[in-house]
């Protein structure tokens, strides 16, 4: 079993930044997958960004360069650093991790942009 929390959630005005944190403990893989979703009031769950254990990055065209996910190996942690936040980036953001074929989420951080 793998246990993902997510912390760094919160409000912030349009144009805004805040990082997001995903702490992954239990039984750790080195070969995974990592990502971030989100899912605002009312519609689909969709990916954010994901990051590979070769370190290749994939994002989504609405948070290209805005966002950033990155990773720290050493602390099984993985970030999201979002800038220039916009109304739209308002939802819950939920930390997946993908390893030996199996699917963990956490619990998901609110994310509130607005003015």
């Known amino acids: 079993q793998v246990q993902l929390v997510e912390s760094g959630g919160g409000s912030v005005q349009p144009g805004g930044s805040l990082r997001l944190s995903c702490a992954a403990s239990g039984r750790i893989f080195s070969v995974y997958t990592m990502g971030w979703y989100r899912q605002a009031p009312g519609k689909q769950r969709e990916l954010v960004a994901l990051i590979e254990s070769g370190a290749t990055t994939i994002y989504a065209d609405s948070v290209k360069g805005r966002f950033t996910i990155s990773r720290d190996r050493a602390k099984n942690m993985v970030y999201l650093q979002m800038n220039s936040l916009k109304a739209e980036d308002t939802a819950v953001y939920y930390c997946?991790?993908?390893?030996?074929?199996?699917?963990?989420w956490g619990k998901g951080t609110l994310v509130t942009v607005s003015s």
């Open positions: 997946k991790r993908t390893q030996d074929g199996m699917n963990y």
